[in-house]
């Protein structure tokens, strides 16, 4: 029987295993009950192009604080963020990649965020 994590775990192992066959950078997105992170990484997997998190002190502090980073609001902030550095470095299209999270609360958040800052996925 497996855990909740590593049922989790093995969705994200599939889901990059197609995103790899694309060969486009993808967006990862991470979640945990106190914050939200998200990366832009490169069509290789061996570096990191972009990255946005409710742990930078910009963020925290327009978020009013401790505790404010693991709701839907945040998730918007990180989304438009995550795509205005992301078409800083020239990336326009990526694969989305929600690491096994299902698409739902704070992840749908930051995929609309982004892609209404402009990232096309």
């Known amino acids: 029987m497996l855990t909740k994590k590593e049922q989790r775990l093995r969705r994200a192992r599939q ?15 991470h979640r945990t009950n106190l914050h939200i ?4 990484i490169s069509e290789d997997g061996a570096r990191v ?3 946005a998190s409710t742990v930078e002190p910009e963020v925290r502090q327009s978020l009013g604080g401790e505790g404010k980073g693991g ?3 945040a998730a918007q902030i990180i989304g438009k963020r995550i795509a205005e ?3 800083a470095a020239g990336i326009e299209r990526v ?4 690491s096994g999270f299902a698409y739902h609360g704070r992840v749908k958040a930051l995929a609309e965020a ?8």
């Open 37 to 40: 992170y998200a990366s832009v």
């Open 85 to 87: 550095k992301a078409k």
């Open 15 to 29: 889901t990059r295993i197609r995103i790899a066959q694309q060969g486009v950078a993808r967006l990862t997105v």
């Open 71 to 73: 709701n839907a609001a």
């Open 49 to 51: 192009l972009a990255s």
């Open 95 to 98: 694969a989305f990649d929600r």
């Open 114 to 121: 982004a892609r209404e800052a402009g990232l096309q996925f």
